[in-house]
């Protein structure tokens, strides 16, 4: 019997080995943890009385009621506060101003129109001291001032659309407008002395009649907001750019303070500090500013959208595309970014204390920034897709008014309402089907024993609405625990009483649980060629050390012994080395049994029982011949609970054992010229016939490993070594090898 082994399976060999590792017992625990971030899995929607921080804690905010009732008009597009309740809208697309009388509490609304202008949209509204009401239009750029509800004066400025109106402490006005980007500046007094004029007046002089005289310009397309800065300077913010400008306080040439592009700055809040805060958003997507940009009119669009979203049934909101920041411009100082969010269209500011409040939209958003811890905040939200004006209630300092559009109405944030605090997660994704078990949280502040409640719902499916169990308690056992249905989404709900403390905090919890146990697969299973055995190195010990990343990344941690990726292949008559590769999705542990079976026989025999190497070296040569079935066997082990362990039988590859050598039925040499013919003709009963080798009695060696039809596929071959004469010249014999695929070889000698 003969250890040969062709070059090319020596080659396979040691590829085989190369990508080849064998499973380690590992203490990794098979339970899995999902942190929830409070700040990113509850939408603003889902907080009542609370609100999430973005260091991903929930903490006290404010309730927010959307009150019931009509609204006045299709489109609310600003506010101005006035006394007893009682507030000035600016609606479109009739040009109607309404005084709605709102109730804290949460009462309907009652309204009653003051005034109807011949623009269609009432862009700006402002209330003067003497009781009398401007304000701006669009698309005609109308500036009227309206007195006990009757319209004295009016004019059309030279532009498409007015912005907004700025009350200066001198009683003039300034008033922003679009198409062009202009400031004008506007004696009242004078003003309301001119009369009504319908065309629009475009000459300094005309413009002078009527007490109106530019302040100043940019070359964007629009000013779309204007503020008065403590020392007297003007602030604004233009579309589609999306600059913001200082002018001096008589007006002028501008100072970009910040320069944008294909950006709206939606609002300016002067801070007492002599700096100012803004709301900057940009879209990605085609939108009103880049419309605005072509030329097209930035109302006519927005009412086209608004009256083919009515048109639909149901009516189809987009989401914001874009993102939105909050900027500071500290007097004489660099601008800072604050806050920035995706998918979140920032519209308009307010100020509640330490604390930014910021509406917006597309899906009714209500946003904040806390000045003291630097934190960005998400509160209560709308039902309503925008909120596009937030103004504080006089003389009630905790309490704002908000219009929304689609579907318009009126909505009041109240920080000093008593309400139960509610919050509730989106589903939350724990990575497969799993078994859940606690639910922790790192502290708890500001929360008494028996405040807080907790309940858990879950799903197989992503569907927010569908398929979802119903509302369990979670009663606080070592961490938060029910008897729940298991489940690959999970959905949490906290509610706290109406006596919570204003200072609460939850941290961010941590969700444990257990994920579905899946069977074992077989990836791969071969057998090295007979007659080879591996010496496996000894495995060197573990590093005294230990680096951060390894202690990151013991979740990850390396489950193969090194050493069998070296280990030396080698011969070795009649050993049998056979590997595997078996895949555990979860990470289990693996024991192995490996066992073989003749043909016609019932009973296996273990060649190796519950054994923690991918891998099985035996001795064949004891064995009968004939062709032997293989089996193996896959089972967990700890610390996978003994009775949820899993066990999977594989049939492998059958194997051949094969001790007699090949038959040469034919060997004979001829000379043909210069060139020496030597033919082998061969048969074996087993196994697959895999070349001869030749040595001639002068010292060459030659190997044909290639049959005569071309293909070497049979247990009977021909090979033919075709050598020159030359080179064979002084030989007088050769002796004639012949080998099968198991390793055995016949041996004749020729001579001539």
Request: proline share 6%.
């Amino acid at each position: 019997m003969s250890s040969f082994m062709p070059r090319t399976h020596l080659a396979t060999v040691a590829l085989i080995l190369a990508t080849l590792g064998t499973g380690s017992l590992s203490g990794d625990p098979l339970s899995k943890q999902t942190d929830i971030d409070f700040y990113r899995d509850i939408r603003s929607r889902d907080l009542h009385g609370l609100a999430t921080r973005s260091d991903g804690r929930l903490v006290a905010g404010p309730v927010l009621v959307d009150l019931k009732g009509d609204a006045p008009a299709e489109l609310l597009w600003c506010l101005e506060p006035g006394a007893d309740g009682r507030w000035l809208v600016g609606t479109g697309p009739n040009g109607r101003i309404f005084e709605v009388t709102i109730d804290p509490k949460g009462a309907a609304p009652a309204s009653h129109e003051i005034a109807k202008l011949d623009d269609p949209q009432v862009f700006a509204l402002r209330r003067l001291p003497d009781g009398s009401l401007l304000a701006g239009t669009s698309p005609k750029g109308g500036l009227c001032l309206i007195r006990g509800g009757k319209l004295v004066a009016r004019v059309g400025l030279p532009a498409d659309s007015l912005f907004d109106l700025a009350l200066l402490p001198d009683g003039t006005v300034l008033a922003a407008t679009g198409n062009p980007g202009r400031i004008y500046r506007v004696d009242v007094a004078k003003f309301g002395a001119s009369g009504i004029t319908h065309d629009r007046v475009s000459d300094p002089k005309g413009l002078a009649a009527h007490g109106i005289s530019l302040f100043g310009e940019i070359r964007d397309r629009n000013v779309r907001r204007i503020a008065r800065l403590t020392d007297g300077r003007i602030a604004a913010g233009s579309a589609p750019r999306g600059n913001v400008y200082l002018f001096e306080a008589a007006g002028g040439s501008p100072f970009i303070l910040q320069d944008n592009r294909d950006a709206e700055v939606t609002d300016l809040l002067p801070d007492a500090s002599g700096g100012c805060y803004a709301t900057i958003i940009f879209s990605l997507a085609e939108s009103r500013l880049a419309s605005a940009a072509k030329g097209k009119d930035i109302v006519a669009e927005t009412v086209q959208a608004v009256q083919a979203a009515q048109a639909a049934q149901p009516p189809t909101i987009e989401k914001f595309s874009g993102r939105s920041t909050l900027v500071w411009f500290p007097a004489g100082g660099f601008p800072e970014t604050l806050t920035a969010r995706l998918g979140v269209a920032f519209y308009r500011l307010a100020r509640h204390g330490d604390t930014l409040l910021i509406a917006g939209g597309e899906q009714g958003e209500m946003s904040g920034y806390s000045l003291k811890d630097r934190l960005a905040l998400t509160f209560s939200g709308s039902e309503s897709s925008q909120i596009n004006a937030l103004q504080p209630v006089p003389n009630a300092p905790d309490r704002f008014v908000a219009l929304r559009n689609n579907a318009p109405g009126f909505t009041v944030l109240d920080f000093a309402m008593g309400a139960a605090r509610r919050a509730e997660t989106r589903p939350v994704d724990l990575g497969a089907l799993a078994r859940l078990g606690a639910l922790r949280f790192n502290r708890l502040r500001g929360i008494a024993d028996g405040e807080l409640t907790l309940s858990l719902s879950t799903s197989n499916g992503s569907d927010e609405t569908e398929g979802w169990s119903p509302w369990v308690p979670l009663k606080d056992n070592d961490g938060w625990r029910a008897s729940v249905p298991s489940g690959r989404y999970a959905r949490v709900r906290f509610e706290l009483p109406l006596t919570s403390s204003p200072t609460l905090e939850l941290d961010k919890p941590t969700l444990y649980s257990l994920p579905q146990n899946h069977r074992p697969t077989l990836q791969e299973f071969r057998m090295l060629s007979p007659n080879y055995a591996i010496i496996v190195p000894v495995e060197q010990p573990a590093s005294p050390t230990t680096t951060v990343s390894q202690l990151i990344q013991a979740g990850d941690s390396e489950r193969h012994h090194s050493g069998f990726q070296s280990s030396q292949v080698v011969p070795s008559p009649g050993t049998r080395v056979a590997f595997w590769t078996v895949n555990d999705v979860d990470g289990d542990n693996l024991l192995y049994t490996f066992s073989i079976r003749p043909e016609g026989a019932s009973t296996w025999t273990d060649i190796s029982v519950d054994s923690r190497e991918a891998y099985a070296q035996f001795d064949t040569a004891h064995l009968p011949e004939g062709t032997y079935f293989t089996r193996l066997v896959a089972k967990e082990t700890a610390p996978r609970l003994e009775a949820d362990r899993l066990s999977v039988n594989f049939e492998t590859d059958d194997m051949v054992v094969d001790h007699t050598p090949p038959r040469i039925l034919e060997c004979g040499i001829r000379k043909e010229g210069n060139r020496l013919i030597l033919t082998v003709h061969g048969r074996d009963a087993l196994s697959l016939l895999h070349g001869i080798d030749v040595v001639f009695n002068n010292g060459v060696h030659e190997t044909v490993e290639q049959p005569a039809d071309g293909i070497l596929d049979g247990r009977e071959e021909t090979f033919v070594l075709d050598e020159s004469a030359g080179r064979v010249s002084s030989a007088t014999s050769a002796e004639v090898t012949l080998y099968d695929s198991a390793g055995n070889g016949s041996v004749q000698r020729l001579s001539w």
